[in-house]
């Protein structure tokens, strides 16, 4: 396969920063957008000429098209950013709400109006849910809501786009080492080491432990590639088998 330009939004850290190395690995150029100017800095001095950061936050539409504009044409598009945030319905605050709705929701939504116009046929976009879009845990009622709401987008998008030749596909993670994760375990530890903590949780997976970052990344860029082309409106489950039960 030739070489090809990714976008990977949240591609400075975990799943996303997975799938910038995967894409580089290919050869493929990366721009890479994220929050986080100085994780962004740090991915391009590791990965070299061939990953861009931009700082953005995706919950910003009016930044995403225009970065969308800067950049030009694009071969792929990916989906990461997000954010984890805990409540039930009862007790989430409506900061907390709006926040995960525009990052996780709104982030990828607009994410995909700015950058689908520049895909051409055989362009591909991979949108990371979850595995909360199928309620497997408790007390995260906007996340697991926002997580369902992308597979509905992805099978629309899919519906929408495919005279376009373009696919719109999904993978949804068990849990990942990232620092997401370790951030929850840090949080809901109990004083236990996050070491511990991520053990734990990954015994609740089939599989016996969490996934790593790459593990998630190669379905990415399996679901990207030609390699997939009769592949559109997916939801792939990287989750160890944990919602196979
Ligand atoms: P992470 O927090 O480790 O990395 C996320 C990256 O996205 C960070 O670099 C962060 O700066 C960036 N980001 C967050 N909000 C942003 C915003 N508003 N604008 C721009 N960049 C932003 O998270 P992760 O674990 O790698 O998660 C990546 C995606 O995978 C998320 O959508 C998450 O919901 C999903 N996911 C994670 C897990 C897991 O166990 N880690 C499981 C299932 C799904």
């Not at 330009?5 to 721009?31: L, P, S, W």
């Not at 939504?109 to 362009?123: H, I, N, S, T, Y």
């Not at 679901?223 to 792939?236: E, K």
């Amino acid at each position: 396969m030739s070489s090809r330009t990714v976008v990977v939004t949240g591609g400075a850290a975990g799943i996303g920063r997975g799938a910038v190395e995967r894409f580089v690995a290919a050869g493929d150029r990366v721009v890479a957008l994220d929050r986080d100017a100085t994780a962004l800095g740090d991915l391009e001095a590791d990965l070299g000429e061939l990953v861009t950061g931009r700082a953005i936050d995706v919950a910003d539409r009016a930044a995403l098209a225009a970065i969308a504009t800067e950049v030009g044409s694009v071969d792929a598009l990916v989906c990461a950013a997000g954010v984890q945030r805990y409540g039930t319905v009862v007790d989430t605050s409506w900061n907390v709400y709006d926040e995960v709705m525009a990052v996780n929701v709104g982030g990828v939504f607009f994410a995909c109006q700015a950058f689908v116009p520049k895909l051409p046929r055989g362009g591909s976009v991979v949108v990371v849910a979850s595995v909360q879009a199928y309620a497997a845990q408790k007390s995260v009622a906007a996340y697991s809501m926002g997580k369902g709401a992308l597979l509905s987008l992805v099978r629309a998008m899919a519906v929408d786009h495919a005279d376009d030749g373009i696919r719109v596909n999904a993978v949804c993670p068990g849990s990942v080492d990232t620092p997401m994760l370790r951030t929850s375990a840090a949080q809901f530890g109990g004083g236990r080491s996050t070491d511990d903590v991520v053990a734990e949780w990954g015994r609740s997976h089939p599989l016996g432990r969490v996934a790593n970052p790459g593990e998630v990344a190669e379905v990415i860029y399996f679901l990207s590639s030609p390699a997939a082309s009769f592949m559109t409106g997916a939801d792939v489950k990287v989750d160890g088998g944990l919602t196979a039960g």
